[in-house]
C-alpha cells in the first residue's frame, strides 16, 4: 500500500482530455448555439434591411448606423444609458458602503432585517419595479400624498412622477438603485470579511477617527470589492430594459428611453429588426471593456 | 473619557439610523403591496384618506378577484413547469462541464471556465432580436418551450462557475480512492462525486429556478397569448385592462409571486455572491 500511494497518485492526477471535453462540449456546443449564434445574426442584422414579414434581405452597409446616429431617440436614448449608469452606480456604492458596515456587526434581528434589506434584489425585478409604478402613480401616489400633508403641496398641484421627464429620469435611476444597493451591498459585506480586523482596531487605538479609519484604512483595503460591485452594476443597469418599459415604456417623449428600451420599440414592436439589431450593437463596447477589466482582476488574483 | 463615551453613543445612533432608514426604503414597496392587498377600492381610491393605514376593514375581494378571474394560477404553473425543465436542462449540461474544466483539462480548463463565465455578461437586451427570429423559424413562437429553449443559456454559465467552485474544494484523494476500488475515472465522478457534491448541486438549483422567475425580456419578446405567459410578464402586461389597473390585485400578485422566491433566494445568497466575487477576495 505504501508503495502504490505515489503511484495512484499519478493515476489520479492525470487529466484526461478526452473524457473531459467528452464530458464540456455539450454545454460549450449549447452556449454556441444560443450565445454566439444569435450574436453573429445580430452583427448580420445591423447591416441589413431586414424586417418582421418581410423575406427579401438585402446588404445596406452602414446605412442602418447612419440613420440611427441622426435619429433623436437614439442619441436621447444613448444619453440616458450613460447617465442613469453612472448616477446609478454613484449613488449605489455610497448608500451599499454604509449599509455594509452598519450591517458588519451582530445585532438582535439581523437575520431579519438582511431579508427585508435584500427583497428588492431577490424578487423579480418586473414585480418590484410594478409596485414603483404604484407609489409613484399620478393621482394616488403615497409620495405626492406625504408631501401634501407636509403643506409642501397644494392638493391637486402636486407634479406627476411618471409624466415629467426630470422627474421620471430621476424615478427611473431610483428604482435602479433601490433594487441594485441589496446586491452591492452584500458583495461588499463578502469583501469586508476579507479585511483583517487587527488593522481598523489598531488605527482606533492610534487615536485614529471615524472618517480618517474610513477614508485611510476601510477604503483603499475594501476597493477590488467596490470595483466588483461596480461592474456588475454597471451592467445590470446599462442592459436592463425591465425598469424603464415598466415604468414609462421609455416616455414621455422618449425622455427616458434607453438603448435596450429603444432597441425593442425599434426591433420588436416596429417591425424594424434590422435597426433594432443595430441599437442593441452599441451595449457591445461597454461589455467589451467590462469582460477586459474583469479579466484583469481575475488574473492578478491568479499571479498574487 | 467623556469624549468617547460621546463618540461611542452617536456611533451607535448612527448605526441605527442607517440600518433603520435602509430597511424602510427598501422594503417599504412590499409593505405598500401587502395594505394595497387588502384595502378596500373606496379606501384605496380616496386621496385624502391615510394612505399608510387601512382605513375600511380589510377585504379578501381582490385575492378572489385574482384568483378566479384572471389567469394567474396558470402564469405561476407555467413558471414553475419552465422552471422545473430549465433547472434539469442546466444541471445536465453544467455539471459534467463543470467537472471536467475543474479536474479533467488542466489549465486550459481553468481558461474556458472564465471564457464560460463571460457569455453570463451577454445580456438577453443584446440577443432577443435575432432569438426571436430563430424562436419563430423554430415554431416555437407563443408558447413556453421558446423561453426553455432559450433560458440555460444564463442559467448554464453562472451554473458552471459556481460548480467549477465547489468541486475545486473537493480533495482529489477521494476520487483516487474510488479509482483504486475498481471505478472508471467517470464512474468515479458519477459515484463518488455527485454524491457528495448535494450542496453545491442545491445551489444550482435554487438559482436557476429564481433565475428563470426573474426574466422578463425573453418571455415579453417571444409570448405573446396571455395562457402561455410566464408570471413576470403576465402580472404586469396583461392584469392591466385597457388603461383600468387593478391596483389591488396587482399587488397582491407581485407580493404572493415575490415572496417565496426572494426566500429561497435568501437562503442561498452567500453562495450566489461567492460566485460574483472570486478574484476580488482570496
Redesign the interface.
Known amino acids: 500500500m505504501a508503495i502504490?500511494g505515489p503511484k495512484?497518485?499519478s493515476?489520479?492526477?492525470a487529466?484526461?482530455?478526452l473524457?473531459?471535453?467528452?464530458?464540456?462540449s455539450?454545454?460549450?456546443l449549447?452556449?454556441v448555439l444560443?450565445?454566439g449564434?444569435?450574436?453573429a445574426?445580430?452583427v448580420f442584422?445591423a447591416f441589413s434591411d431586414?424586417r418582421i414579414g418581410s423575406t427579401g434581405l438585402h446588404f445596406v452597409g452602414l446605412e442602418n448606423f447612419r440613420s440611427i446616429l441622426q435619429s433623436p431617440s437614439f442619441r436621447m436614448a444613448l444619453k440616458n444609458s450613460v447617465v442613469f449608469t453612472v448616477c446609478a452606480q454613484i449613488i449605489v456604492v455610497v448608500?451599499s458602503g454604509?449599509?455594509s458596515?452598519?450591517?458588519e456587526?451582530p445585532f438582535r434581528g439581523r437575520g431579519l432585517?438582511?431579508?427585508?434589506?435584500?427583497?428588492?434584489w431577490?424578487?423579480?425585478?418586473?414585480?418590484?419595479?410594478?409596485?414603483?409604478k404604484?407609489?409613484l402613480?399620478s393621482?394616488?401616489s403615497?409620495i405626492t400624498?406625504v408631501l401634501i400633508w407636509l403643506h409642501i403641496y397644494k392638493?391637486y398641484s402636486a407634479p406627476m412622477w411618471l409624466g415629467e421627464p426630470h422627474l421620471a429620469m430621476a424615478s427611473v435611476i431610483l428604482v435602479h438603485c433601490?433594487r441594485l444597493?441589496?446586491f452591492s451591498t452584500?458583495?461588499m459585506l463578502?469583501?469586508r470579511?476579507?479585511i483583517p480586523k487587527e488593522i481598523p482596531e489598531a488605527a482606533a487605538i492610534d487615536g485614529a477617527?471615524?472618517w480618517r479609519t474610513l477614508f485611510q484604512i476601510n477604503l483603499p483595503m475594501m476597493l477590488?470589492?467596490i470595483?466588483?460591485a461596480v461592474l456588475?452594476g454597471t451592467?445590470f443597469t446599462f442592459?436592463?430594459?425591465?425598469v424603464v418599459?415598466?415604468l414609462t415604456a421609455g416616455g414621455p417623449f422618449d425622455s427616458t428611453q434607453t438603448?435596450?428600451s429603444l432597441?425593442?420599440a425599434t426591433?420588436?414592436q416596429g417591425s424594424d429588426?434590422a435597426a433594432?439589431?443595430a441599437i442593441?450593437?452599441f451595449?457591445?463596447p461597454v461589455?467589451v471593456l467590462?469582460?477586459y477589466l474583469?479579466?484583469r482582476?481575475?488574473h492578478?488574483?491568479e499571479v498574487? | 473619557m467623556m469624549r468617547t463615551g460621546l463618540?461611542k453613543s452617536s456611533?451607535r445612533i448612527a448605526?441605527g439610523t442607517?440600518?433603520i432608514v435602509?430597511?424602510v426604503?427598501?422594503?417599504?414597496?412590499?409593505y405598500?403591496?401587502l395594505i394595497?392587498t387588502f384595502k378596500q377600492n373606496l379606501d384605496?381610491?380616496t386621496?385624502e384618506n391615510?394612505?399608510?393605514i387601512l382605513n375600511a376593514k380589510p377585504t379578501l375581494d381582490h385575492l378572489r378577484l385574482l384568483f378566479n378571474e384572471t389567469r394567474y394560477v396558470r402564469w405561476l404553473g407555467n413558471t414553475a413547469l419552465v422552471g422545473v425543465i430549465v433547472v434539469s436542462i442546466t444541471l445536465l449540461?453544467?455539471i459534467?462541464?463543470a467537472?471536467?474544466?475543474t479536474?479533467?483539462?488542466?489549465r486550459w480548463?481553468q481558461r474556458?471556465g472564465?471564457g464560460?463565465f463571460?457569455?453570463y455578461?451577454?445580456?438577453?437586451?443584446?440577443?432577443?432580436?435575432?432569438?426571436?427570429?430563430?424562436v419563430a423559424l423554430l415554431g416555437l413562437q407563443d408558447t413556453i418551450w421558446s423561453v426553455v429553449?432559450?433560458y440555460?443559456?444564463f442559467t448554464?454559465?453562472f451554473s458552471?462557475w459556481l460548480l467549477m467552485a465547489f468541486f475545486k474544494s473537493i480533495p482529489?484523494?477521494l476520487?483516487?480512492a474510488a479509482?483504486?476500488d475498481g471505478l472508471t475515472?467517470?464512474g468515479a465522478f458519477v459515484k463518488m462525486v455527485i454524491p457528495i457534491s448535494t450542496s453545491g448541486i442545491l445551489t444550482v438549483v435554487i438559482f436557476t429556478f429564481?433565475l428563470v422567475?426573474?426574466e422578463?425580456?425573453y418571455a415579453?419578446?417571444f409570448i405573446s397569448p396571455e395562457s402561455q405567459q410566464m408570471?413576470?410578464?403576465g402580472?404586469?402586461i396583461f392584469l392591466v385592462r385597457g388603461d383600468v389597473?387593478f391596483?389591488s390585485s396587482?399587488?397582491a400578485?407581485?407580493l404572493i409571486?415575490?415572496?417565496p422566491?426572494?426566500?429561497l433566494?435568501?437562503l442561498f445568497?452567500?453562495r450566489f455572491?461567492?460566485g460574483?466575487?472570486?478574484?476580488?477576495?482570496?
Open positions: 502504490a495512484i497518485r493515476i489520479g492526477a487529466q484526461s482530455p473524457l473531459g471535453a467528452a464530458m464540456f455539450p454545454a460549450v449549447y452556449l444560443v450565445i449564434a444569435p450574436f445574426l445580430a442584422y431586414a448608500c454604509a449599509l458596515i452598519a450591517l456587526k432585517v438582511r431579508f427585508l434589506i435584500l427583497l428588492p431577490v424578487a423579480p425585478v418586473s414585480l418590484g419595479s410594478i409596485g414603483w404604484w407609489i402613480d393621482i394616488y403615497v400624498w392638493p433601490w444597493i441589496p452584500v458583495v463578502a469583501g470579511t476579507a477617527g471615524f477590488p470589492i470595483n466588483v456588475f451592467i442592459t436592463d430594459m425591465t418599459y415598466i438603448l435596450p432597441a425593442f426591433g420588436i429588426l433594432g439589431a442593441s450593437l451595449l457591445v461589455l467590462i469582460a474583469m479579466l482582476m481575475a492578478r488574483a498574487v | 463618540r456611533a448605526h442607517v440600518l435602509f430597511t426604503l427598501l422594503a417599504f414597496p412590499f405598500w403591496m394595497a384605496l381610491y386621496v391615510n394612505p399608510f449540461l453544467a459534467p462541464a467537472y471536467a474544466l479536474r479533467l483539462t488542466g480548463g474556458l472564465i464560460i463571460l457569455t455578461l451577454v445580456p438577453p437586451t443584446l440577443l432577443f432580436i435575432p432569438l426571436s427570429r430563430v429553449l432559450v440555460p443559456s448554464i454559465p458552471i482529489r484523494e476520487e483516487d479509482m483504486v475515472r467517470f429564481t422567475t426573474q422578463f425580456v415579453l419578446t408570471v413576470g410578464v402580472i404586469p389597473y391596483w396587482l399587488m400578485a407581485c409571486a415575490s415572496l422566491i426572494a426566500f433566494y435568501n445568497l452567500d455572491i461567492a460574483f466575487t472570486v478574484g476580488a477576495i482570496k
